[in-house]
């Protein structure tokens, strides 16, 4: 049983990372990204399209995937940012159809775009070993390495998430655009350009979550949707917009998973998704609701 | 040093303004008197930008403000208290007077010397702003604008749903704003209290002036047919 719940948490660690993206954004913008699951998906492809590309000048070691994945990161904030202030912006209003509808076209393009560049044959991210040692904790348990550091990464993008809204002057901006875009514009606030800082911080987030996807396993151009559900289920259990929510719901949300695979191999996914709608009938609010200062 | 003319403004098809020409001297304080619905709010949010109006409509310190965006106008040094205070809800109340200073003017506002003249927000500073009574939120709010160190203070219907000892309490601060050289327009529905406060009185009706004047020679039969149209 320990064994069950030690993996969960571990998968629960990646979960975090598929959602902390979609928390960020709702809780500053309101704004759904269904596209979330799947722009993962195209950070994990361009995390492989750059190891191809870099791979004959640099060293077959760990190092190689590292230094990609740390290229993409600003590539992805300038991504999430110009996304935000060109696109999504357009978007955002009272009625939160636009967006949703804006989203899913995406998801739909970003879908058939990797397709198209690289077969639907399933690809990962070569981690010279990594995702294959473990660590012993005594009593016959082991942890695997990399989830391990997934986890910890998790919690530390979690922590400092918090420490970013209930710390800083851009975090107060945040969190007042997010309560009244209005009066923020009246304290002189630009709250278009905050909604990209959002996006971008987001998307690094989101290009973090696809390499390590891509380092844990296989990924697939069609595997966004699934990565989006476990996402918007983390979030949801969670509570909207809270940090250590979406932590809290992600971990549930694995461990739940863990116990149903242990029960049987089918029932993992679907008793995640019987924990996500018992949360949202007994407490549609979630466990932990809006971030506050 | 701010002045309207001929402004006008709308809400999609419906117009709400026509043609309001307003003066505004330094250091004077007036108040704007009128039924609701007669513009008054709307007023105030053209001149901060919330409302769209053509430039040449409002100039401040000679230059059009007229269509500016709401922060680019406070950074000139208009600051507004607006209607119901709308604090932000998740923002303790320092880091709600804290945002008031976001447009980084400077001047002799600032976080102790607003502690000073409302002791309580020092008191409560940690809390949730949305938390305090509704005279303490309108502190708050006063206050949140006075940090950007402005100009001209907008005070939208302060007395709005408050007992009558907490307006008091918070007209008695107006001394120690206007003292410090500041120009102030304020918007209120108690014609006694717009009397007894401000230099100058302008009343709307339907989105027009109706009637403007010094306030001590104004009549109340005067502001009365102003105010009501009867």
């Not at chain 1, 640099?58 to 999430?80: C, H, N």
């Not at chain 2, 922060?71 to 945002?99: C, D, H, K, T, Y």
Request: hydrophobic letters at 50%; glycine letters at 12%; one cysteine or more.
């Amino acid at each position: 049983m320990i064994e069950t719940l030690l993996q969960g948490i571990l998968l629960g660690g990646l979960y975090c990372l598929f959602a902390l993206g979609q928390s960020l954004m709702f809780g500053v913008m309101r704004l759904t990204n269904t596209a979330q699951g799947d722009f993962i998906i195209l950070g994990a492809f361009a995390a492989i399209a750059g190891l191809s590309a870099l791979s004959p000048a640099m060293p077959a070691s760990l190092i190689t995937p590292l230094a990609v994945a740390a290229l993409l990161l600003p590539v992805a904030f300038g991504f999430g940012f110009g996304l935000q202030r060109y696109v999504l912006n357009g978007t955002l209003g009272k009625d939160p159809l636009p967006s949703l509808v804006v989203t899913f076209g995406l998801a739909i393009v970003i879908q058939n775009l990797l397709l198209e560049l690289f077969s639907a044959d399933p690809r990962s991210i070569d981690t010279h070993g990594l995702n294959t040692q473990s660590l012993s904790l005594g009593g016959g348990i082991a942890v695997g390495v990399l989830p391990l550091l997934i986890l910890a990464l998790a919690v530390g993008a979690t922590a400092g998430l918090q420490w970013l809204f209930g710390s800083t002057r851009l975090g107060r901006a945040f969190r007042a655009v997010s309560d009244d875009k209005e009066i923020a514009e009246l304290m002189g606030l630009d709250a278009k350009r905050l909604y990209a800082l959002a996006t971008g911080i987001a998307f690094v987030l989101i290009a973090l979550a696809g390499v390590l996807q891509g380092m844990r396993t296989t990924v697939s151009p069609a595997d966004g949707p699934l990565l989006l559900l476990f996402a918007f289920e983390a979030v949801i259990i969670g509570g909207m917009g809270s940090f250590w929510g979406t932590l809290a719901g992600a971990l549930l949300l694995g461990i739940t998973q863990q116990i149903g695979f242990r029960l049987d191999p089918g029932w993992g996914i679907w008793i995640g998704h019987i924990v996500f709608l018992v949360v949202l009938v007994v407490r549609p609010q979630g466990l932990f609701p809006k971030t506050k200062g | 040093m701010l002045e309207t003319s001929g402004l006008t403004a709308h809400y999609g098809d419906a117009q709400a303004l026509f043609g309001i020409d307003f003066k505004l001297t330094q250091g004077e304080l007036v108040a704007i008197i009128g039924a609701n619905g007669a513009g008054k709010s709307t007023f105030l949010k053209s001149l901060t930008g919330l409302v769209k109006a053509k430039p040449e409509q409002i100039r401040f310190d000679g230059q059009p403000i007229g269509g500016l965006p709401p922060g680019e106008i406070v950074r000139r040094g208009l600051a507004l208290v607006p209607e119901g205070r709308r604090l932000f809800p998740s923002l303790s109340v320092e880091e709600n007077l804290q945002m008031g200073g976001f447009a980084r003017r400077s001047g002799p506002w600032s976080l102790p010397r607003l502690y000073k003249l409302f002791p309580i927000l020092h008191e409560k500073r940690k809390l949730p702003g949305t938390s305090l009574s509704g005279g303490q939120q309108q502190m708050v709010a006063i206050g949140r604008a006075l940090m950007s160190n402005p100009t001209v203070l907008l005070c939208d219907e302060l007395s709005l749903g408050l007992a009558p000892i907490v307006i008091k309490e918070i007209y008695d601060a107006m001394p120690a704003i206007t003292g410090e050289g500041m120009t102030v327009v304020i918007v209120e529905q108690d014609i006694s209290m717009a009397q007894r406060v401000s230099q100058r009185i302008y009343c709307f009706q339907e989105g027009r002036v109706s009637l403007q004047g010094a306030s001590t020679e104004l009549s109340r039969e005067q502001i009365s047919q102003a105010y009501f149209g009867v």
